[in-house]
């Protein structure tokens, strides 16, 4: 086995405790390239959190924590699940975000928009609120300089840092 396949294998199988938090406590299921269309057209408004590596993007282990909150304060109306780190890069990709962590909003398998990095509760609340109100979109080439991350109303804003 090479570096990158055991780095790759390493990634996979240990999470950070408040990301594994996610999954034992409050039961989010682990989404994969496999389930992944399956878990976004699903009825319904679903989020998905890109956690990245912990140690490399320090608003994670924040976004874990309030990411529980969030779906409680929508009443359960949204279905949350965590990318598998396997399936970050090519869903990145295709998703077209590019600040981490990074959630990334849907309903009934259409794309939303895409909250990234740690924001206050007050912004979380008005994003996804006007989500919910919303459309469903294409999501934003990777390959642009200009990147949505707040869904359509912002297709000209840019990611900062």
Known sequence: MNRADRESETSTDMSHPLIQRLYDEFS???VTLEDYETFIGAPGVSVLFFAGDPKRYKETTDVAVVLPELIAAF???IRAGVVDKSAELPLQKRLG?????????FRDGGYLGAIARMKNWSEYLDDISEFMRGETCEPPTFASDQVPVRGPAAATSEVNG
Do not use: D, I, Q
């Open 28 to 30: 989010y299921p682990r």
């Open 75 to 77: 009443e359960g109306n």
């Open 97 to 105: 975000f590019r600040a981490w962590p990074c959630l990334v909003f």
